[in-house]
Nanobody
Framework: QVQLVESGGGLVQAGDSLRLSCGAS????????MGWFRQAPGKEREFVGA????????HYGDSVKGRFTISRDNAKNTLYLQMNSLNPEDTAVYYC??????????????????????WGQGTQVTVSS
């Protein structure tokens, strides 16, 4: 079982930057595929980005590509989401998620909510215009 706790959300203005963190429990973090999703009011949960542990490849949703960057610090069991050039459309609850140890993922599957086994409670990001 992996427990995830997000932090770093808040209220910012359009054009600002913000960095979210996701702390994970346990000793297997280094071997987990990790992802970020977000959900705005009245909308479905949306893929933001992911970081595959094997090879260190990253994947991003079209709406955030070029503005958001995912990174991880395995020594700290922490996943990050650096968000730049924020706009009001980025307002949402942001969730960190993890794929269970040993479950293989493809570049397509890692964008799918159903691929993930563990979820954090979410952190609110609000961008004012």
């Amino acid at each position: 079982q992996v427990q995830l706790v997000e932090s770093g959300g808040g209220l910012v203005q359009a054009g600002d930057s913000l960095r979210l963190s996701c702390g994970a429990s346990g000793r297997t973090f280094s071997f987990l595929d990790m992802g970020w999703f977000r959900q705005a009011p009245g909308k479905e949960r949306e893929f933001v980005g992911a970081f595959k542990w094997n090879g260190g490849t990253t994947h991003y949703g079209d709406s955030v590509k070029g503005r958001f960057t995912i990174s991880r610090d395995n020594a700290k069991n922490t996943l990050y989401l650096q968000m730049n050039s924020l706009n009001p459309e980025d307002t949402a609850v942001y969730y960190c998620a993890a794929v269970r140890l040993g479950r293989p993922t493809t570049a397509q599957a890692i964008r799918d909510i159903a691929t993930y086994d563990y979820w954090g409670q979410g952190t609110q990001v609000t961008v004012s215009s």
